[in-house]
């Protein structure tokens, strides 16, 4: 695991050969990414990428398979914080998947704010074969972008799914070339950056809270962070600038 800075946009890597398992100590290791890109005033938005061959492939099911309830949830509870913490960034986050995105991959995906895929990437939550199913956040995240019916249906299948599929189900946001999928996100991510940082994180704060909590504390959530916001150098600078009929020339602060 490591994070890569390329302007205001840090790439968080996930790298386990073969297969980027997320075990323990690699789901502790995204944690501690996770809250390094969010606490870092210079990044103002980022990429999650497992590499060009693979974005993750779930647990490493060899260790797992004799473990009793205590030792697995070690685990799980390391990779549901992962989750929680990269969902928690307040900049826009991109997950770019070649490859397999399975179980804890996908579930680390779903965490992300976009989704963009290779044109062969395969997608899924397959636990249900094993006889479990996914405990890091996938069964809650999943129905928020495709609903409940097509949720079902892929948790108890446990298919794979293709990126055209995924794309027309609201799973993906973006499909391209498998070489291109990352140099994509990164220019994404880049456009991102270049916005608001706060007013964007106040979005995410707010659109967050309309799936996670009742209407009226959502809307309390929704209240308080536009208040804020007009403490911030960029909402002075983008009134001023549609006050003066320009581009505003937003700074993230």
């Known amino acids: 695991m490591r994070v890569e800075v390329q302007g205001a946009v840090a790439t968080i890597r996930l790298d386990r050969p073969p297969a980027n398992a997320l075990g323990r100590a690699v789901s502790l290791e995204l944690q501690t990414a996770a809250r390094e890109v969010a606490g870092d005033g210079a990044v103002r938005a980022a990429v999650i990428w497992g590499g060009g061959r693979i974005f993750g492939a779930g647990?490493?099911?060899?260790?797992?398979?004799?473990?009793?309830?205590?030792?697995?949830?070690?685990?799980?509870?390391?990779?549901?914080?992962?989750?929680?913490?990269?969902?928690?960034?307040?900049?826009p986050v991109i997950a770019a998947i070649n490859g397999y995105a399975l179980g804890g991959g996908l579930e680390v995906a779903l965490a992300a704010d976009f989704r963009f895929v290779a044109r062969d990437a395969k997608l899924g939550l397959p636990e249900i074969r094993l006889g479990i199913i996914?405990?890091?956040?996938?069964?809650?995240?999943?129905?928020?972008?495709?609903?409940?019916?097509?949720?079902?249906?892929?948790?108890y299948s446990g298919r794979h799914v293709g990126a055209e599929e995924a794309l027309g189900m609201g799973l993906v946001d973006r499909v391209a070339p498998p070489a291109d999928v990352?140099?994509?996100?990164?220019?994404?991510?880049?456009r991102w950056a270049s916005g608001p940082t706060r007013a964007l994180g106040a979005a995410k704060a707010a659109l967050n809270a309309a799936v996670e909590v009742d209407r009226a504390k959502g809307l309390r959530t929704e209240h308080d962070v536009f208040v804020q916001l007009f403490e911030t150098r960029d909402q002075k600078e983008g009134m001023r600038a549609f006050l003066e009929k320009r581009d505003p020339g937003f700074e993230g602060r």
């Open 59 to 91: 647990a490493d099911i060899k260790a797992m398979a004799d473990w009793g309830p205590s030792e697995v949830d070690l685990d799980v509870s390391a990779l549901e914080q992962a989750c929680r913490d990269l969902e928690a960034i307040p900049k």
């Open 134 to 155: 996914a405990g890091a956040g996938g069964t809650q995240r999943l129905p928020r972008l495709v609903g409940l019916a097509r949720a079902r249906e892929l948790v």
């Open 182 to 190: 990352y140099p994509t996100a990164l220019r994404e991510a880049t």
